[in-house]
């Protein structure tokens, strides 16, 4: 295999730990990359010590998050591959948009400005935050039930348990609120750049039976990137939830990612 020793940067979305890449960044070095997974702004290297201090994460904005990501990504010797999941997916689109990062993933990836379809399902997995306005500047846990439902749907009971006890952290819940309102705001920190031709690749996945972020969210922003001549392109995977950055069968998933990186990259 060629050795590349390109840097990949993993982003993670709300409620996941940054260490929740670690089974990734042990792949994609092993595959030839140099991968990190820094944090969101303010997110301790503990998931403990985020548990017991949720404010450490509390009133951070899709903004404040771009502008994280990006100062690290300033500081790397070459411009990466950023790969995001969740509203990681979004921050890899923003920064994609932005010309930061020579190619993006973005896994099951939270609504951008432009976006329509609401399922109930994704409602109901944005509840947890979205049903007290006075969780906008807050962080907010998910019970093992509500973690079941957003991200568990495909596993078992147990298996859904199993994640939630080493991964699951509390989340600001300021970009779930903003990107629920990106529609009706002209400046909306979830905008991102759809139309920007000369920015790298991206691939866009979806997990078909993802409650967080359902196909037809994700098919709908495929939808956005139409006016760019760039690389967009969706995979789908069938009977998956939003746990599948994590779950059992997550080597698929990086799997077929390393497959299009390879046939993407020079």
């Known amino acids: 295999m060629t050795i590349t020793h390109r840097p990949v940067v993993f982003i993670h979305g709300m409620w996941l730990h940054a260490q929740s890449w670690t089974p990734w960044i042990e792949l994609f070095d092993q595959a030839g990359y140099c991968a990190i997974a820094p944090g969101w702004p303010g997110e301790p290297s503990s998931i403990e010590e985020l548990r017991q201090q949720p404010e450490l994460v509390a009133n951070t904005s899709i903004d404040d998050i771009t502008a994280h990501y990006t100062k690290v990504i300033d500081s790397l010797d070459a411009d990466p591959i950023i790969v995001g999941h969740s509203f990681g997916g979004l921050i890899a689109e923003k920064l994609l948009g932005e010309g930061i990062g020579m190619a993006a993933v973005a896994i099951d990836p939270a609504q951008i400005k432009g976006v329509l379809?609401?399922?109930?399902?994704?409602?109901?997995?944005?509840?947890?935050?979205?049903?007290?306005?006075?969780?906008?500047?807050?962080?907010?846990?998910?019970?093992?039930?509500?973690?079941?439902?957003?991200?568990?749907?495909?596993?078992?009971?147990?298996?859904?348990?199993?994640?939630?006890?080493?991964?699951?952290?509390?989340?600001?819940?300021?970009?779930?609120?903003?990107?629920?309102?990106?529609?009706?705001?002209?400046?909306?920190?979830?905008?991102?750049?759809?139309?920007?031709?000369?920015?790298?690749?991206?691939?866009?996945?979806?997990?078909?039976?993802?409650?967080?972020?359902?196909?037809?969210?994700?098919?709908?922003?495929?939808?956005?990137?139409?006016?760019?001549?760039?690389?967009?392109?969706?995979?789908?995977?069938?009977g998956r939830g939003h746990s599948l950055t994590i779950d059992s069968g997550w080597r698929e998933v990086a799997d077929a990612i390393l497959v299009w990186l390879t046939n993407q990259l020079p």
């Open 117 to 238: 379809p609401l399922p109930i399902a994704q409602l109901r997995s944005a509840l947890p935050a979205l049903a007290n306005p006075a969780n906008l500047r807050k962080s907010v846990a998910l019970t093992k039930k509500q973690f079941k439902f957003g991200f568990g749907n495909e596993l078992s009971e147990e298996a859904s348990d199993e994640l939630f006890e080493k991964w699951a952290i509390p989340a600001a819940a300021r970009p779930l609120f903003e990107a629920a309102t990106a529609n009706f705001s002209l400046h909306s920190q979830a905008k991102v750049d759809t139309a920007n031709e000369t920015r790298g690749p991206l691939l866009l996945i979806s997990g078909l039976r993802d409650h967080t972020v359902p196909d037809v969210s994700t098919r709908s922003t495929l939808k956005q990137y139409r006016h760019s001549s760039a690389v967009t392109e969706l995979k789908q995977f069938e």
